[in-house]
């Protein structure tokens, strides 16, 4: 049975992987220890179905797992697509300086000189870099990175963020 609460994305299942129902997963998350055997993990669907991790080893695309119940290829292929959940009160501690996507979505961005540029509707987690999604009040949405020379002040429980973005982004 699902904990109850807020859930939190922590991967989804890219396809499944020879015929014994492994499945190629990306992980969303930077914990080590949230993909391991004996994990469980719950899906976004409704009804929401736990899983429970059998094995799990690293692959050029994420990771190979093998989920208790999942026997073959036919339902390893049924789990394309299925995005992974977790309670929110499973994640792991923050270190200074880092900050959850969705403790982000919905700030106030203002530049240095106190302008208001938008709000945060969205992030987007990239290999290379991650990208604050920003939407202005006329509706562009603007991808700014997420990078230290751009971003200086955040204060998430003051509702605003404070960026420096490239000449001409906005």
């Known amino acids: 049975m699902a904990p109850t ?53 690293p692959h050029k695309d994420g990771l190979i797992v093998v989920f208790a119940g999942i026997d073959d290829r036919n339902q390893a292929e ?16 923050l270190n200074e300086d880092e900050y959850w996507p969705d403790d982000l979505e919905g700030l106030t961005v203002i530049d240095a000189s106190g302008r208001h540029l938008g709000r945060i509707s969205g992030v987007i987690l990239g290999d290379a870099q991650d990208r604050i999604v920003v939407t202005t009040e006329d509706g562009r949405r603007v991808e700014v990175p997420f990078v230290e020379e751009f971003f200086g002040e955040i204060h998430p429980s003051g509702g605003h963020i404070v960026v420096d973005p490239p000449e001409g982004l906005f």
């Open 5 to 57: 609460g807020q859930h939190v994305s922590v991967g989804y299942v890219r396809r499944a992987h020879g015929i014994r129902g492994e499945v190629v997963v990306r992980p969303l998350s930077d914990n080590p220890e949230r993909y391991r055997s004996g994990a469980r993990l719950f899906t976004d669907e409704d009804p929401v179905r736990e899983f429970e991790i059998l094995r799990v080893r």
């Open 78 to 93: 049924a789990l394309r697509g299925v995005t992974f959940t977790i309670p929110r009160e499973e994640r792991r501690t």
